[in-house]
């Protein structure tokens, strides 16, 4: 199976060389997303929660157009900006998968573009 480039209007368009998505061998590959708008690219939120749940938003957008979906998800990537809101980030976190979650990693974002507080990238099932 060759790999195939996702792309949905429902989400935001990649500012560089890179794509919303890729699927192959049955694994879609969610690129980082950050809390902005689709359709306007500004910053959804201003709290770690209202901006973490606008990623997973995006993600579920593009896991959608991929032919999957946040239930399928097997590994996450979360880099916030401040340390401070990792406990504000898992409370939401938790929202969205109250159980079986998938494996997750985190790291520091090194930058803040829009006043971003955090990006989420994701693999799941297709």
């Known amino acids: 199976m060759a790999k195939a480039v996702v792309r949905t209007a429902d989400a935001p368009m990649p500012l560089a060389g890179y794509s919303q998505a890729v699927v192959s ?3 879609v590959f969610v690129s980082g997303q950050g809390p902005f708008d689709a359709g306007t690219g ?3 939120g201003t709290t770690i929660q209202e901006q973490t749940a606008q990623c997973l938003r995006n993600v579920q957008a ?3 157009a991929a032919g999957s979906d946040l ?3 097997v590994s996450a990537t979360v ?3 401040e340390e401070g809101d990792f ?3 898992n ?3 938790q929202r969205w998968f109250p159980t079986d979650p998938p494996a997750r ?3 520091r974002l090194p930058v803040r573009p829009k006043g971003m507080k955090i990006s989420v990238a994701a693999i799941a099932e297709v």
């Open 25 to 27: 061998r049955g694994l």
């Open 42 to 44: 500004d910053v959804v």
């Open 62 to 64: 593009i896991l959608k």
């Open 71 to 73: 239930d399928r998800c």
């Open 79 to 81: 880099i916030i900006a």
């Open 87 to 89: 406990a504000g980030m």
């Open 91 to 93: 409370e939401e976190w």
């Open 105 to 107: 990693q985190g790291a």
